[in-house]
């Protein structure tokens, strides 16, 4: 089982952290630290929790929001109502794999949760990177879940690794693969006419069946 994304806000105002927190703890796969209020008490997190992600304010109390991503040595976004494009270069210059700016939608910050889920699945491992892998994972990260260098062979390929040996929906090889739902369907209904993969229907609660792929016996 995958460990979850442990994420830790920074933002002194406790009723934004909150509702940041609570939104990081409704995604699948993210498990949502207690909010750190400072720089001081950020880094004293930092320390003893480990996050594998920040979503740090720019103004805090004691010091700088963006200073503490420079130093962090871990993923982060910057999430401020500083909306000015120097601010926003020197937050992207200190490593911030996305901004924010106040106020914005709850599901503006899921969606990009979401995407960082799949970018850092993409890039998991210690292994060597193909140039495709980096492109996908960067174009995912930025909101396109297929970039346009991904060719039609290179998704299959990419979605019969991410099928595997397991029985599973298009929603679940998207995921794995970090590319969505839809090609991911696309690309499976041509597997199966040409029998490259079966497909069976399984019913659920609901009654509504779902589509199970698995690779096609040999």
Do not use: W
Not at 18 to 34: M, N, S, T
Not at 63 to 71: S, Y
Request: hydrophobic share 45%.
């Amino acid at each position: 089982m995958t460990d979850p994304i442990r994420t830790l806000v920074v933002d002194d105002d406790f009723r934004v952290a909150g509702l940041h927190r609570d939104i990081v703890a409704e995604r699948p796969g993210f498990l949502a630290l207690e909010p750190a209020r400072s720089v001081a008490e950020a880094r004293a997190a930092i320390r003893t929790l480990r996050p594998d992600l920040l979503l740090v304010d720019v103004y805090l109390p004691d010091g700088d929001g963006i200073d503490l991503v420079r130093a962090a040595g871990c993923d982060a976004f910057v999430i401020s109502a500083a909306g000015d494009a120097p601010t926003l270069r020197r937050a992207l210059r200190a490593g911030a794999l996305a901004c924010l700016l106040k106020p914005f939608e709850p599901r503006m910050l899921a969606e990009r949760l979401e995407r960082y889920a799949r970018f850092r699945n993409l890039l998991a491992g210690t292994g060597a990177v193909a140039q495709e892998d980096l492109d996908r994972a960067l174009a995912i990260l930025n909101g396109s879940s297929d970039p346009v260098s991904l060719s039609r062979s290179a998704t299959e390929k990419l979605i019969l690794d991410a099928l595997g040996a397991d029985e599973s929906s298009a929603s679940e090889v998207a995921e794995r693969a970090g590319i969505s739902r839809a090609t991911a369907q696309r690309h499976l209904a041509a597997l199966a006419a040409r029998s490259v993969v079966e497909v069976r229907l399984r019913y659920g609660s609901t009654g509504r069946p779902e589509h199970r792929y698995t690779l096609a016996s040999r």
